[in-house]
């Protein structure tokens, strides 16, 4: 998609930005509402240091509530958290070899901005996850743009703009982080579908601290060197790029969707990019279901969708992400799930992204390039599994109660983003994150009635059901 | 207040609690709504086991922002959170002394139910907070029902109920936690001038494991008794009780009002209660003040209430308590306050309550009674504090535009109560809370705006301008 024009435009805007050492204010690069068309892609040929703000957390989840390790899960891609892993220098970073960030410049000022199948993971996820976010708002927008709400019910609370014939598009902002990193950040807010759309991207470039590297250890056993703990370096360059994704609808009868990607990889302790053999680089993500009435058609379909997409490359995969799902987005001081499910994994590397052994047999392990192209396949499958749900919810009747009802559920939803999901939490603990972008993750608006119960045997009381005993939908 | 019959009750009611082992499934005991009349208070005759829930935490906090040490805050006045302490061991405290809980049951058998001055301090406060639910619930809900709502704007959203004539009444629920304790939630939701008000106290007996007694003698070293670590119990019992209040009006032009205040006791090594001179009891509370339009009188009137109820106890405490609640009350991610001030401070004892030393002069210390007059005080300030600002707030008329910024202004609430307020978060990640005591605190509705800027020079950027810069208004 992207010109080896435009490609080395950017490497040389990368070089620009660390002999700036980085030390710019946080700020919006850019702000515009621009129509999404595939030109508008134009204006993301950016530096090498952008950042998606992750409603997700990535997390080392076991079958028990895992404990707060805010190393295992920050390191991915979640926005401003990644100034953590710059805690131990001020500077950037300055020693012998070169950085991960300037191999790539070169790498980018070589191939005069080509990126293929030879190149760095790093860059080719860059890339990949860039082109998906304009697929993936053109796509949404078409949606938006496609047909009116219900008449029953109708729009609440009299938003503005809301019965505006001006196509409605998604605003996207460019901005950088002064620690290092930035991202492109899209957002689509009041409009007749959709209450708000956000859909985020980050590449970050950061060091990662000897206690990140110890924790890290845990899930990637090669992480800083295959030798003791004795043998850590003091710090190590690390690399985070990922998607994020939450849409939520303005039709109770539509579901709220949630899907994040991303890809981790630390540099050797010579400063060297991690090879294939180190182990010190993972891939994470999923994709997971919030709807406020329960069809559970909607549930299936968006479920088979994701089955098809694991099936494909492992047939242990969907069973075992579902249930990390699951286990991940549960509210558990409400004792009910966040939504009905999805996949969610994190840590899927060479030896965790393969089949596990069994009866004694040594494990099958799997390689960078069948994990990306998983991920690759897991993201495509984005508009697939979302869009014929919208496009059959958007527009049914809905009653004020059922309104309300679907604000309550946002509150929830609130809740498990800013109590339990660890890359927020931990994002916004942090100094310097893009607020607004960590928090695009949020309902337009939402609602706590105190004491709210819903009718016995109600559809809302069936949700309620459904979220306390995760059910199999295919 | 309490007639010396109900109180003969209270205790009963409390051997039988114990003796039930508390086992008993965490539940509403009680849920009505009832006229809120000085009669009303019977229903409270409670237990001796009963919680708070406390939207705020208490909380070490210094000049610099604090770190995360759940025992200090978690062990005053939070809800669920008190679980905690309790993790330690499944079946309730068994010991050759009897337990703190009994002996207040058998403390109130002998006086026949009265509290006076000589009883201990635990029943004295359970009996002071709980005399003030029922008068601060007395006060807001003649308030609610003294007068419409302005005509322009007008109530958003439709609400049900609010054009009704019939009085509204604060809903009034007494619960038990399985784990002990309990405690008795006022709640007045989708009113004309309140949105959504809450009154909570709480009453929890617990024991606190060795991990916490060491955390808490960063503040109080006599905690456990004034041996080295070496010499500290495996785990100590405690008290805690609390009264917490929020009240978020609907009109945008009155402001949010936050209070709580606590008390804390752990027992000695032995099994006895503390003495006045170990050291191992403390204080905390405060109030705060979060309007979305700022009008400065109302500020100006809050605060000079505050400091003198401070002033006529010690001159040393308003300036620093103010200070201590422009650090705690911070969302820091925002870089803003979540209000315009108030007073807060926590783990006040006879050294720390006192007057600090000055040029090697040794320091004044104070006394159990003169705090808890501090404390009483402090309490029966809060409708002298907040009724006329609301009085004089609540008719004035407002735009659908400023009703917006109002929820943009909600959202950061929720934002530093789930985010950053220690208690809150801590309670809703320990087992067993009751959850909507715990979030009462939350107002009815919020909202997430991406990027929302007020107008320069507008109320709104002013109101931004004072959260950024924490004022001296007294």
């Known amino acids: 998609m992207a010109s080896p024009l435009r490609l080395a435009a950017q490497g040389r805007q990368a ?6 050492q980085q030390r710019a204010s946080l700020r919006t690069v850019t702000s515009r509402a621009s129509s999404v068309t595939p030109a508008a892609s134009a204006p993301f040929s950016s530096s090498s240091a952008s950042a998606t703000t992750s409603a997700t957390a990535t997390a080392t989840t076991t079958a028990s509530l895992p404990t707060y390790t805010p190393f295992v899960f920050a390191g991915l891609a979640i926005a401003g958290s990644l100034v953590a892993y710059n805690m131990t220098a001020d500077d950037p970073i300055k020693c012998d070899a070169p950085t991960l960030a300037e191999r790539d410049e070169q790498t980018r000022r070589d191939s005069n901005g080509a990126v ?30 496609s047909g009116g709400v219900a008449a029953v019910g109708g729009p609440v609370e009299g938003r503005v703009g809301i019965d ?18 930035g991202g492109i950040t899209c ?10 759309a956000g859909v985020g991207v980050s590449v970050v470039y950061g060091k990662l601290p000897k206690a990140g590297i110890l924790r890290m250890r845990a899930n990637h056993r090669n992480l800083g060197g295959d030798g003791g703990a004795e043998t850590l370096p003091e710090s190590l360059e690390f690399f985070a790029a990922g998607l994020s994704l939450v849409v939520h609808p303005r039709n109770p009868m539509a579901p709220t969707v949630h899907l994040n990607y991303r890809y981790f990889e630390t540099a050797n302790p010579d400063g060297s990019p991690t090879g294939d053999a180190s182990g010190a680089w993972w891939f994470g993500g999923g994709a997971d279901l919030t709807p406020s009435y329960l069809f559970d058609e909607d549930a299936i379909h968006f479920h088979r969708t994701l089955k098809d997409v694991c099936d494909r490359h492992n047939k242990g995969y969907f069973p075992r992400f579902k249930r990390w799902c699951d286990e991940y987005f549960y509210n558990k001081h409400r004792l009910e799930s966040r939504g009905v499910g999805g996949i969610f994994f994190d840590d899927l590397d060479e030896a965790s992204g393969g089949t596990p ?3 004694g047999a040594p494990a099958k392990t799997t390689d960078r390039e069948s994990l990306f192209a998983f991920i690759q396949d897991g993201l495509r499958a984005f508009l697939p599994s979302y869009t014929p749900i919208i496009a ?13 009802w679907q604000q309550i559920r946002r509150g929830r939803y609130v809740e498990f983003n800013l109590v339990h999901d660890r890359g927020t939490s931990f994002g916004l603990n942090t ?11 949020l309902p337009l608006t939402a609602e706590w009635k105190y004491m709210y119960e819903p009718a016995p045997k109600s559809r809302e009381q069936r949700l309620v059901d459904v979220l306390r005993n995760a059910r199999e939908w295919v």
Chains 1, 2 share one sequence.
Do not use: C, H, Y
């Open 431 to 441: 100094p310097g994150p893009r607020v607004e972008s960590i928090l695009m993750s």
């Open 392 to 404: 059959r919810r958007k527009d049914l009747p809905f009653t004020d109660a059922e309104k309300e």
């Open 164 to 181: 505006s014939l001006a196509p409605r598009e998604f605003r996207q902002d460019e901005w950088q982080r002064k620690e290092g990193g």
């Open 187 to 196: 957002v689509l807010q009041d409009g007749v579908v959709f209450e708000k």
């Open 15 to 20: 070089a620009r930005l660390f002999a700036m």
């Open 357 to 359: 052994a069994s009866d």
């Open 116 to 145: 293929d199948e030879l190149s760095p993971m790093r860059l080719r996820m860059e890339k990949f996850i860039k082109e998906q976010q304009q697929i993936i708002i053109k796509g949404l927008a078409e949606i938006e743009n």
